[in-house]
Nanobody, 116 residues
Framework: QVQLVESGGGLVQPGGSLRLSCAAS????????MDWYRQAPGKQRDLVAR???????HYADSVKGRFTISRDNAKNTVYLQMNSLKPEDTAVYYC??????????WGQGTQVTVSS
């Protein structure tokens, strides 16, 4: 079992920055990759960024050059640094972990609102 707790969401003006955190606990040594997804009202949940155990990263085209995913193994935490935020980045952001390549775990989500 893996537990994920997100934090760091909030309201920010266009062009601003936020950093999301996802603290993992439980059987974390068995996690293959951790991701950030987001879901806007009325839309599907989409992958934003991924980091693997080999520190390979992947980003959605819409956030490349603006968002950075990273992790601190000592703190069992994954971060999503979001810069140059746009109104279309408004969504609930979810942390996700893949265990043994097959089991999926989700955090509770954190709201990010980009508005003036």
């Amino acid at each position: 079992q893996v537990q994920l707790v997100e934090s760091g969401g909030g309201l920010v003006q266009p062009g601003g920055s936020l950093r999301l955190s996802c603290a993992a606990s439980g059987s974390i040594v068995t996690i293959n990759a951790m991701d950030w997804y987001r879901q806007a009202p009325g839309k599907q949940r989409d992958l934003v960024a991924r980091i693997t155990n080999d520190d390979i990263t992947h980003y959605a085209d819409s956030v490349k050059g603006r968002f950075t995913i990273s992790r601190d193994n000592a703190k069992n935490t994954v971060y999503l640094q979001m810069n140059s935020l746009k109104p279309e980045d408004t969504a609930v952001y979810y942390c996700h972990a893949i265990q043994y390549g097959i089991f999926n775990y989700w955090g509770q989500g954190t709201q990010v609102t980009v508005s003036s």
